[in-house]
């Protein structure tokens, strides 16, 4: 006894329906607005954004540069100083070498350049390192005239 079972027939999927296709949305057209410096400016909705964050920064720019200066200001005098003090290296090495290359000065002068920075180091070490008191004395010096450049307490002379 075989038992029939109602053969079942496959129902197809439903197919996809394609979605009505649409036209592109339209571009907003480039108009003319005025901007506040009250020169009118190309501009468009993407666009107007970056030109109102450009000229924000741009009115802010004085004062970006103002609060820069007041928050490095001792470490930017000593940059100034450093290359104040190699451009005054640099020059006076061009005004040497310049003597030196002048035929009968560079002769007569070289030496005498040596024999003069010979006896004034000379002259300092005898002055100024031979003895502790006098070290001292150097440093207080030393100290008084960075002070007075860079603007510290005055120094007593």
């Keep these: 006894m075989q038992s029939k079972e109602p053969e079942k027939t496959p129902t197809p999927a439903p197919t996809p329906t394609p979605a009505p296709v649409s036209a592109p949305a339209p571009?907003?057209?480039?108009?003319?607005?005025?901007?506040?410096?009250?020169s009118p400016v190309m501009s468009s909705s993407s666009g107007q954004d970056t030109v109102n964050q450009v000229l924000t920064i741009l009115s802010r720019l004085?004062?970006?540069?103002?609060?820069?200066?007041?928050?490095?200001?001792?470490?930017?005098?000593?940059?100034?100083?450093?290359?104040?003090?190699?451009v005054a290296v640099y020059l006076t090495l061009a005004v040497l070498d310049a003597v030196n290359h002048i035929p009968l000065l560079g002769f007569i002068l070289a030496p005498l350049f040596e024999l003069v920075g010979i006896i004034?180091?000379?002259?300092?070490?005898?002055?100024?390192?031979?003895?502790?008191?006098?070290?001292?004395?150097?440093?207080?010096?030393?100290?008084?005239?960075?002070?007075?450049?860079?603007?510290?307490?005055?120094?007593?002379?």
């Design 120 to 157: 004034y180091a000379a002259w300092f070490v005898w002055r100024y390192m031979l003895k502790a008191s006098t070290r001292q004395e150097l440093y207080k010096d030393i100290s008084g005239l960075t002070s007075q450049v860079t603007g510290g307490q005055k120094a007593d002379s």
């Design 62 to 86: 004085t004062d970006y540069v103002g609060e820069f200066f007041v928050t490095y200001q001792k470490p930017l005098i000593n940059v100034a100083l450093v290359i104040t003090a190699l």
């Design 27 to 38: 571009t907003p057209k480039a108009e003319l607005v005025e901007s506040p410096s009250s």
